[in-house]
């Protein structure tokens, strides 16, 4: 069974930090390229960062630029994202997740994690 399983999350001031996990089981996820989306309440899902499958490539949403960081570790089958300089407009629930093919689409989601910023 394929799972993603996010961690890290919680209750930050504004201008802290947080580092989220995303660990991966059930496929061999170094195949994957992978991201991080987040959903803040009545806004829709939005792309954070993506990596590529080495990790040699990386894109950012132009809100997060400069202050997270995606980075990956295949041997562990591990994704993680390092949020520096948070905003109370960071807040929201962050997911994970895998894509296989060659498209835009994600084939495989974690189940959140929630990170709230505090002003």
């Known amino acids: 069974q394929v799972q993603l399983v996010e961690s890290g999350g919680g209750l930050v001031q504004a201008g802290g930090s947080l580092r989220l996990s995303c660990a991966a089981s059930?496929?061999?996820?170094?195949?994957?390229?992978m991201g991080w989306f987040r959903q803040a309440p009545g806004k829709e899902r939005e792309s954070v960062a993506v990596i590529s499958r080495s990790g040699g490539s990386t894109n950012y949403a132009d809100s997060v630029k400069g202050r997270f960081t995606i980075s990956r570790d295949n041997a562990k089958n591990t994704v993680y994202l390092q949020m520096n300089s948070l905003k109370p407009e960071d807040t929201a629930v962050y997911y994970c997740a895998a894509r296989v093919g060659l498209g835009d689409e994600y084939d495989y989601w974690g189940q959140g994690t929630q990170v709230t910023v505090s002003s």
């Open positions: 059930g496929r061999t996820f170094s195949r994957d390229a």
